[in-house]
């Protein structure tokens, strides 16, 4: 299946803003981000505080939709998902 | 009901010509309060009181420092160390002496945000960390009043419109807020969004154009890129999922 994920904000800095990705059936956001951390130098440190553990501020909507509110990691992806990737940003 | 008068019709002829006179009257009667007077307080509030809004209530409760001066437009070298509000109050005055403005030295948190909002119309974000944003947007949706959320970070920056019973609230926006830090930015992108700020607010004082509701729009100024990203509701929010209004305890302001 296939999924088109967009960068925003600093994740561009080590990644492209938008790229399409294949998956098997059953893939998950885990799985995902998995393979965009192994592509993209510097991704795992961005988003991750720990292995497993996303930093509090990354927010990844699943068709407008924060997974936090969804299965977190284990989110399910289907076929035509556009998935964002994404630090709000805070300053004033 | 605000009526133009001579001078006024004089002042805004160039807008009135996209406006309309209404739509200036509206403007004129349109109560704004800015939250933060710094570098997208500063944009936004000079953009509103040359648009002609009527009130600007403007609260910060920090004095001026040299390290502000990349990108607070309202103040100047010899304001380091004054007062946020009261200056960025008579830099307003200098520039429309018909805007009633409202200088308010206070920390959102320290002062009720019910008392901030009370008869205002229309809120605009000019915020530097999310718990403070949460106290005030929670008031707001609460009270029914717009919130023009902004925020800034380098060349990265980013405007929804949060329209209480209508769209999703702050929270649902940014469930995951980043930690409240110093944060790195320069002067061109506070410019950028604080004048979104502004164009939103015009079209919820005109009720012309379409907002930026249901969606997060966010700049990228080093790669010339805009995006529109839709974001829902969520069905479980403590905010706008039911009708309720509670604040977490952990959320206190610095």
């Known amino acids: 299946m296939k999924v088109h994920v967009k960068a925003f904000a600093t994740f561009r800095e080590v990644m492209d803003s938008q790229l399409d990705m294949d998956f098997p059936t059953g893939a998950t956001i885990r799985i995902l981000l998995d393979e965009l951390t192994r592509q993209h130098n510097g991704l795992q440190e961005l988003m991750f505080a720990a292995p497993e553990t996303l930093r509090d501020f990354v927010n990844i909507l699943k068709n407008g939709r924060n997974i936090h509110f969804l299965a977190g990691l284990d989110t399910p992806l289907d076929d035509g998902d556009v998935i964002a990737l994404f630090p709000p940003v805070a300053g004033g | ?254």
């Open chain 2, 1 to 254: 009901m605000v009526v133009l008068n001579k001078e006024q019709k004089e002042r805004y002829r160039r807008q009135i010509a996209v406006v309309g006179e209404h739509g200036q009257e509206k403007i004129g009667k349109t109560r704004l309060l800015i939250a933060g007077a710094g570098g997208l307080g500063s944009t936004a509030a000079l953009f509103a009181a040359m648009a002609g809004f009527g009130t600007i209530r403007i609260i910060d409760p920090d004095r001026i420092e040299e390290t502000n001066l990349n990108r607070q437009l309202l103040y100047r070298e010899a304001d380091i160390g004054r007062p946020k509000a009261d200056t960025a109050a008579k830099a307003l005055h200098a520039m429309n002496s018909s805007v009633d403005v409202e200088p308010v030295t206070a920390a959102i948190g320290t002062a009720p945000a019910w008392d901030l909002i009370r008869g205002i119309d229309v809120v605009i974000d000019g915020l530097d960390n999310y718990p403070a944003r949460f106290l005030l947007a929670d008031a707001a949706w609460k009270c029914g009043i717009p919130f023009i959320h902004g925020a800034v970070e380098g060349f990265y920056g980013q405007v929804c419109t949060i329209v209480p019973k209508t769209s999703p609230c702050l929270r649902c926006i940014v469930p995951n807020p980043p930690p409240v830090r110093q944060t790195p930015v320069i002067g061109v992108t506070t410019g950028v969004i604080g004048c979104v700020q502004v164009t939103e607010a015009i079209k919820l004082a005109t009720g012309n154009g379409v907002l930026i509701m249901d969606n997060l729009w966010l700049w990228d100024g080093i790669r010339q890129k805009s995006d529109q990203l839709t974001i829902e509701r969520i069905p479980t929010c403590h905010i706008c999922g039911k009708n309720e209004y509670q604040i977490p305890p952990r959320e206190r302001v610095r």
